[in-house]
């Protein structure tokens, strides 16, 4: 099944088509998680958001299509820490979604590999991303080499 996917790196003539997807990857979201409640203009907001992420060069996206389908995508962008510590160039993966259809077939995989290659000739050190502690997808970014680095904590006050 993996053979029948093209990847590759998209750009701001790509938002019509990874549109849709990134807001069903969003509306899962507020579905799974109630930390997250998206906002009564997300659609506005977020389309502007978008675009900009396919039109700025120290961010990638990355789409799989099967046939003229777009069933999943990647986003990140270089991460800088603080001058209060040593440069390290880093992606941050801000976004990884695979459509539920498609699951399970090595797409997370391969866009994952794709955006450490782009890294690593840029000369990046690490990749890394945050997921939320019961996301399922916890084991296969373990599988991956991933490992925990930092723990973010949240208290409800109302």
């Not at 099944?1 to 509306?27: K, T, V």
């Not at 990647?74 to 801000?94: C, D, K, S, V």
Request: proline share 4%; net charge positive; glycine share 8%.
């Amino acid at each position: 099944m993996e053979g029948e996917y093209n990847i590759y790196r998209a750009g701001p003539r790509d938002l019509a088509e990874i549109w849709p997807l990134w807001c069903q990857m969003y509306q899962e979201l507020d579905q799974y998680s109630p930390w997250f409640p998206l906002a009564p203009d997300f659609e506005l907001f977020g389309k502007r958001f978008l675009a900009h992420v396919l039109s700025d060069s120290s961010q990638v996206v990355f789409v799989a299509k099967r046939g003229q389908e777009t069933v999943s995508f990647l986003t990140g962008g270089e991460w800088t820490p603080a001058g209060l510590f040593q440069r390290r160039r880093h992606l941050y993966i801000n976004d990884l979604y695979v459509a539920s259809q498609h699951r399970r077939q090595g797409l997370a995989r391969r866009l994952l590999e794709q955006a450490g290659e782009w890294a690593k000739q840029r000369g990046f050190e690490y990749i890394s991303l945050g997921v939320l502690a019961d996301n399922p997808a916890l084991g296969f970014y373990r599988r991956e080499g991933f490992a925990v680095h930092r723990v973010s904590m949240i208290k409800k006050l109302i």
